[in-house]
């Protein structure tokens, strides 16, 4: 079975600086995405950025970025220039690739982030 | 509306009652999602639709649980004899495709709470 696990239950970071949210998988899938969404506390789960597993090239959306390893397994999430809006839930999450039927979203625990003015 | 709605936001219960969550999905979007939230946890998936495939309903954690989608549109989630496990947030995706490709919207949830 899939699982994702986000080692770092909070974090803060200084606006206008750079933060990392780390995030490891584990799964004998060859064939598969990875999502950073946000939650903010509205409850709306917002996708942040989108990596397909055999691109090698990792994502970014303005000041998002991912670092994806795909041999370690691992897919962090930096955010740049971090903004006061930036505050939420951070989750990482796993979708395979199914021979047929459900595409299952598997989310980490989530990461709390803070930006602080 | 243009984004995923679920009714209602709220919903206080007594132990042992009915509920049902109520979830409308971006027109158009064949596949429907329900995850549960709970408190310091991730989010664990109950059930997805696509389309008129049989739903799979490997994630329902008892038969308290069930959900249907009518038409393929609206969907309903609905918890017979309440317990106090059953306290969490509810939350509703749909997507176009239902694949890795297409982004999930995700509706602003329902707080459940049973005392």
């Known amino acids: 079975a899939q699982t994702v696990t986000q080692s770092q239950p909070e974090m803060s970071v200084q606006e206008a600086e750079t933060v990392t949210l780390s995030c490891t998988y584990d799964?004998?899938?060859?064939?598969?995405?990875l999502f950073w969404y946000k939650q903010p506390p509205s409850r709306q789960m917002i996708l942040v950025i989108r990596?397909?597993?055999?691109?090698?090239q990792n994502a970014t959306e303005n000041r998002f970025s991912v670092n994806f390893q795909k041999a370690a397994k691992s897919f962090s999430l930096k955010i740049s220039d971090s903004q006061l809006g930036d505050t939420a839930m951070y989750f990482c999450?796993?979708?395979?690739?199914?021979?047929?039927?459900?595409?299952?979203?598997?989310f980490g625990t989530g990461t709390r982030l803070k930006v602080l003015a | 509306g243009a984004g995923v709605s679920q009714s209602p936001s709220n919903k206080v219960t007594e132990k042992g009652k009915d509920v049902e969550l109520r979830c409308d999905p971006i027109?158009?979007?064949?596949?429907l999602y329900w995850y549960r939230q709970s408190l310091g946890q991730g989010l664990e998936f109950l059930i997805y639709?696509?389309?008129?495939?049989?739903?799979?309903k490997s994630g329902l954690p008892s038969d308290r649980f069930s959900a249907e989608r009518t038409g393929g549109s609206v969907s309903t989630l609905t918890i017979q004899r309440t317990q106090q496990e059953d306290s969490a947030v509810y939350l509703c995706?749909?997507?176009?495709?239902?694949?890795?490709?297409?982004?999930?919207?995700f509706g602003q949830g329902t707080r459940l709470t049973v005392v």
């Open positions: 995706a749909s997507s176009r495709e239902g694949d890795g490709n297409t982004e999930a919207f």
């Open positions: 799964t004998s899938e060859n064939n598969y995405y």
């Open positions: 990596q397909e597993a055999y691109k090698q």
């Open positions: 999450a796993f979708m395979k690739h199914p021979a047929s039927g459900t595409y299952k979203y598997i």
């Open positions: 027109s158009g979007h064949t596949a």
């Open positions: 639709f696509q389309g008129n495939s049989a739903p799979d």
